[in-house]
């Protein structure tokens, strides 16, 4: 499974942003996929995510309200749209892929983009 993200850019505070993440391989059912993101001096954290069905979706609390994950299996493409942006957001994203039947937010046994950066100006 390779993944790929774009998108990403500077944007001034209360900006939207949407990244993609574009999946390739032995792709098949039960994948699910999450967003990610380290900001520069701190580890990676879990952003959102949704599982294969896309009827299961779970944020982390900084961006619950202001961020939405969303997928299309026939283009095998993740979306994560990033509305009302603050510069605490500023960090570098990154896709992430497992076979799961749900999401998940450990960073361990994952699939990764090379991630893409996203800057967010006061």
């Known amino acids: 499974v390779q993944l790929a993200e774009s998108g990403g850019g500077l944007v001034p505070a209360g900006g939207s942003l949407r990244l993609t993440c574009q999946l390739s391989?032995?792709?098949?059912?039960?994948?699910?996929v999450t967003w990610f993101r380290q900001a520069a001096g701190k580890e990676r954290e879990f952003v959102g995510g949704v599982n294969w069905e896309a009827d299961r979706e779970d944020y982390a609390d900084a961006v619950k309200g202001r961020f939405t994950v969303s997928r299309d299996n026939v283009k095998k493409m993740v979306y994560l749209q990033m509305d009302r942006l603050k510069p605490e957001d500023t960090a570098v994203y990154y896709c992430?892929?497992?076979?799961?039947?749900?999401?998940?937010?450990?960073?361990?046994?994952?699939?990764w983009g090379q991630g893409t950066q996203v800057t967010v100006s006061s």
């Open positions: 992430a892929a497992k076979f799961s039947r749900d999401v998940f937010k450990r960073l361990d046994n994952n699939y």
């Open positions: 391989g032995n792709i098949f059912g039960n994948i699910a």
